[in-house]
């Protein structure tokens, strides 16, 4: 349990033997994730596979839109929690939370009737990051904010630059 791990880890251990067994997980995780692609062998087991590159790129594929998604998520995160913050403290959470599923919702609806007959599914989570972006560049305009925490810009170009950029990027 956890109290026996605390125990081991407190009493003094080697930290090479666990550095090593940290590195053979990583690895080992590694490689059932398929990051490295020491299976590509396998399309020669059957007649009927693909060729080994096109295995090894899908699977390629399959790992790059895995990564944007989180890379996505934790983005959509960090600005909700940035952005948000200020406006719940200043609003209160009922009105902050109406305000962000309101524009969740919008953002989804015009995306469904913008793409209107298309397979690809409407979700509209970062509608409600962009709403919270747009509250927080209307009611904090000339607030700063750094990019890469070196260049201040301020809020209300910020909203306009990021907006536009996601808009026909």
């Known amino acids: 349990n956890i109290a026996d791990i605390r125990m081991v880890f407190s009493s003094g251990y080697d ?79 009922r009105r902050f939370a109406i305000f962000y599923f309101v524009c969740v919702i919008g953002a989804g609806l015009i995306q469904m009737f913008a793409m209107y007959g298309s397979p690809i599914p409407t979700v509209g989570a970062s509608g409600g990051v962009f709403g919270i972006l747009l509250a927080f560049g209307m009611m904090y305009p000339n607030e700063p904010i750094y990019i890469y925490f070196l260049f201040p810009v301020k809020a209300k170009w910020l909203v306009i630059g990021y907006g536009l950029f996601t808009l026909y990027a």
């Open 15 to 93: 930290r090479n033997y666990y550095l090593f067994i940290q590195i053979l997980l990583l690895c080992g995780f590694g490689l059932k994730a398929a990051i490295i692609p020491f299976h590509a062998w396998l399309p020669d087991a059957h007649s009927s596979a693909p060729s080994p590159i096109s295995a090894m790129l899908s699977g390629v594929l399959i790992k790059a839109v895995g990564i944007y998604v989180i890379i996505r998520l934790f983005f959509n995160m960090f600005a909700l929690w940035m952005f948000g913050l200020r406006i719940e403290n200043e609003w209160g959470s």
